[in-house]
């Protein structure tokens, strides 16, 4: 009997001696994962949007670009008409493709029943990697009376405007290639990063520029709009809508505003109905650029 529980206690001692060790080499196998494993961004959405237009889209109307270090897809579009009046770049709200009928599914075709090549493209990924809030960062945020809910810091929007003016820089040299003017229509925020870009003359202006819902998700950014809109030297079509953004709709009539008060050229503004992607609404959103275009004379 005592032999047997002598054995009996062995075993016991070696069953735990074995969990032991297994638990062991679990930890340091865990910890030398752990210390190789790196942290590893999502792929950004323009980046996916891109894949899919290729693999998608029209071969014929596919453009793929080179804008800095990355690639982005535009989408051209000839005219119809046996003369060709200019080039209109189509820019979309940001994570918006340019596809999509809540940016330019219907104009980028519209347009060119008058005479016009559409190039169409989406902005670069809003704040992606970097420009967020941090634990650096939080309590200036947090102290902040004017910050807006998304926390997105100076730097970030530097950053995003940087990448729009290199975009926007590729689009120009392709529409270089073809004849006439250069209008240019702006979505969101993406119309109001551009106003900020010609603004501070780190672009040049186009002849026509379409405004279509500006705004910028930035209390103070977004009050400065209006005023540096009227102080542009291009003619400017201004277009909102009831279905706007929030940030768009609390400048409709400071926009309209400052125009006014500082004599703002060939200003117009107009009331669009509907929501985006409606396809009366893309209608009439297409005759009014038609009839300013025919207002300023070309």
Request: glycine share 6%; aromatic share 10%.
């Amino acid at each position: 009997m005592i032999a047997d529980n002598l054995v009996m206690k062995a075993r016991n001692n070696l069953s735990w001696l074995a969990v032991l060790v297994l638990i062991s080499i679990t930890y340091c196998l865990s910890a030398s994962l752990a210390a190789e494993q790196k942290l590893i961004l999502p792929t950004a959405k323009t980046q996916l949007l891109s894949q899919d237009l290729k693999r998608f889209g029209d071969s014929d109307e596919v453009k793929e670009l080179v804008a800095g270090d990355s690639t982005f897809v535009a989408l051209v579009s000839e005219q119809d008409t046996s003369f060709t009046r200019g080039v209109a770049i189509l820019m979309a709200d940001s994570s918006l493709s340019q596809m999509q009928t809540q940016a330019y599914g219907h104009l980028r075709y519209s347009l060119n029943a008058h005479g016009w090549v559409t190039i169409a493209a989406g902005a670069p990924e809003p704040y992606h990697e970097q420009g967020r809030i941090n634990d650096s960062n939080r309590e200036t945020y947090l102290q902040s009376a004017y910050q807006s809910a998304e926390f997105i810091s100076a730097e970030g929007q530097t950053q995003q405007k940087q990448k729009l003016q290199i975009r926007m820089q590729a689009l120009l040299n392709m529409a270089g290639d073809y004849p006439g003017i250069i209008m240019v229509v702006a979505q969101g925020a993406t119309a109001g990063f551009l106003t900020e870009l010609y603004h501070a003359q780190t672009l040049s202006e186009p002849e026509i520029f379409v405004l279509v819902q500006p705004y910028l998700a930035d209390y103070k950014a977004n009050k400065a709009l209006p005023k540096k809109i009227a102080e542009l030297q291009t003619p400017i079509l201004d277009i909102w809508s009831d279905y706007d953004n929030p940030w768009a709709k609390a400048t409709v009539a400071s926009r309209k505003r400052y125009a006014r008060k500082l004599l703002t050229m060939h200003y117009r503004q107009r009331q669009l109905f509907g929501d985006r992607g409606w396809e009366q609404r893309d209608a009439r959103l297409t005759k009014e650029i038609v009839g300013y275009i025919a207002y300023l004379g070309w």
